[in-house]
C-alpha cells in the first residue's frame, strides 16, 4: 500500500516578506539607540534591508544554510559599520536567523508538523505561544547571562566598558578568579606552602570549603532520613500518613527567617559534652540547619519513584526468605536509585545556596559561598563576586543536567518512556 507525505502549500511572496520586514523595523528600531528622530527612520530601513534579504534568498539562493550564511555576512558587515564589532556580532546572529527563516517560510515548512486540517489562526497561535515563552525564557535568564562576561572584565567595574563592547582582548582578565584563591594571603615561598596557605586562609576558598563539606555531609544525613521517611510513607497501612507528610515537608513552606531564627534558639540550648554552648555557630548545627531544609525535597522526590515501584517484588523476596535489610538493598533501591540520587542533588543544591539560615548559625569559621558573598555585597564590593557566581552557575546548570538525565533513566526503568 503507498503512504502519501502531506506537502503543505507554500505561502505568497507578500507573506514572507511582511515576517522579515517585522523582524527588520524592530532591528532598526533597536539601532536607532533611543534617538526618537531616528526610530522611525531606521525602522523603515531595517524593514527594507530585511525584505530585500529574504526576496533575494527566496528567489535566488533557495538553500536554508546558504541563505543563513548569506545573512550573517550582510548583517555583520551593516552592524559592524554602523556601532562596532560587538552589534555586528549580534546582527549577525540575527541574520544568520533571518536568512534560514526566510527559505523556511517560503517551502511552508513552518506547516509540516502541523495537522493538514489546522487553520491559520491554529498555526499563529502555534508559534506565537512558543514566541512568548521564548521571551520569557530570555528575560528570566538574561541576568545569569550578563553576569557570566561580567566576571571576566579587566576593569573592578560592574558594568561593560568600551573595550570589551569592542572584544578588545586587553579589556579581558582571569584576575577575579585569581581574587578567589588569593584574597588575603602574602605572596608563597613555595609550592606546598602557597597550597597550604591558600586552601586554610583564603576567604572564599574557605567559603568553598565549607559549602562543600557541609554540603555533603547534610545530603547524607537528608539523603538517609528522607528515604526511609518515604519508603514508610509509601506503605498503605501507614497511619496518619498525610499528616506526617506535611509535617515533614514543612521546611519548604515556612518562610527561612522563621526556621532560622528558632533554629539557632534551639540550638543554642542543645549543650553535651564537646558542645557546653550549644551547637548553634558550630560545623554540627550548620549541617543539621541544611538536613532538615534538604530532607523535604528527597521525600517527595523517592516518593514519586515509588509510585511506579511494584510491591510485589518486595513480597516475592519475602516469600523466599530474604530480610526487610537485604530486600530494600536488593530490591527496592537498585529500582529506586534514579531517585534516590536525584533527592540527593537537590538537597545539595539547597545547602550549597542556602544563605538565611547560614546567617543565624554561621560563625566566621563556616562561612558559606553564600554567606561570603552577603558579606562581600554589604563590606567590599568587588567583581570577585561575579566570578563566584558564575562558577556556581556552571556548578547548578550541571547538577541539573546530572538530575534530568537520571529522571529520563528512572522513566525508562519504570516502562514510563519508550527505550
Known amino acids: 500500500m503507498q503512504s502519501y507525505r502531506y506537502i503543505p502549500p507554500k505561502p505568497p511572496m507578500w507573506f514572507n516578506l511582511a515576517w522579515t520586514a517585522g523582524f527588520g523595523a524592530i532591528a532598526g528600531f533597536l539601532t536607532a539607540q533611543g534617538e526618537i528622530a531616528r526610530m522611525i527612520p531606521y525602522a523603515l530601513i531595517g524593514a527594507a534591508i530585511f525584505a530585500a534579504l529574504a526576496f ?10 546558504i541563505s543563513g550564511l548569506l545573512g550573517a555576512v550582510v548583517f555583520f558587515v551593516l552592524g559592524f559599520g554602523f556601532i562596532g564589532l560587538s552589534y555586528g556580532v549580534l546582527m549577525g546572529v540575527i541574520g544568520w536567523i533571518i536568512g534560514r527563516m526566510s527559505i523556511w517560510l517560503s517551502t511552508g515548512e513552518y506547516r509540516a508538523n502541523q495537522p493538514p486540517y489546522s487553520s491559520s489562526n491554529e498555526v499563529l497561535w502555534f ?5 512568548i515563552c521564548g521571551f520569557i525564557f530570555v528575560f528570566l535568564i538574561a541576568p545569569i547571562i550578563v553576569v557570566m562576561p561580567l566576571s571576566f572584565n579587566q576593569e ?13 582582548p586587553d579589556a579581558y582578565s582571569l584576575r577575579w578568579y ?32 565549607n559549602s562543600f563539606f557541609i554540603g555533603t555531609m547534610a545530603t547524607i544525613l537528608a539523603t538517609s532520613l528522607g528515604t526511609l521517611a518515604a519508603i514508610g510513607l509509601s ?8 499528616a506526617i507528610m506535611a509535617l515533614l515537608i514543612s521546611p519548604m513552606i515556612v518562610p527561612l ?13 542543645m549543650r553535651f559534652i564537646g558542645y557546653e554552648n550549644g551547637v548553634a555557630k558550630t560545623y554540627l548545627g550548620m549541617i543539621i540547619a541544611h538536613a532538615v531544609l534538604g530532607t523535604p525535597y528527597v521525600i517527595i522526590t523517592v516518593t514519586a519513584t515509588l509510585v511506579g ?35 540527593a542533588l537537590f538537597a545539595f543544591i539547597t545547602s550549597f545556596d542556602e544563605v538565611v539560615v547560614a546567617l543565624q548559625m554561621a560563625s566566621v569559621k563556616q562561612r558559606t559561598i553564600p554567606r561570603q558573598m552577603f558579606s562581600g555585597i554589604r563590606e567590599q564590593i568587588s567583581p570577585t563576586i561575579l566570578a563566584v557566581a558564575t562558577i556556581l552557575v556552571i556548578l547548578s546548570i550541571i547538577l541539573l543536567t546530572v538530575v534530568e538525565l537520571l529522571r529520563r533513566r528512572s522513566e525508562k526503568m519504570r516502562g514510563m518512556s519508550p527505550g
Open 309 to 343: 515501584f511494584d510491591q510485589s517484588l518486595a513480597r516475592a523476596a519475602a516469600n523466599m526468605g530474604a530480610s526487610p535489610v537485604r530486600t530494600f538493598f536488593k530490591v527496592q533501591m537498585p529500582l529506586i536509585l534514579p531517585g534516590v540520587i536525584s533527592g
Open 257 to 269: 527567617v522563621i526556621i532560622a531564627s528558632g533554629m539557632f534558639f534551639f540550638f543554642s540550648d
Open 127 to 131: 508559534y506565537s505561544f512558543r514566541t
Open 178 to 209: 585569581q581574587d578567589i584563591f588569593h584574597n588575603g594571603m602574602a605572596a608563597p615561598d613555595a609550592v606546598v606552602g602557597w597550597w597550604s596557605d591558600m586552601w586554610n586562609n583564603a576567604q572564599w576558598v574557605r567559603s568553598v570549603r
Open 56 to 65: 533575494c534568498a527566496i528567489t535566488f539562493v533557495k538553500s536554508k544554510n
Open 156 to 168: 573592578p567595574y560592574f558594568s561593560f566598558t568600551a573595550g570589551m563592547m569592542s572584544f578588545d
Open 235 to 242: 506503605r498503605p497501612e501507614m497511619p496518619y500518613r498525610r
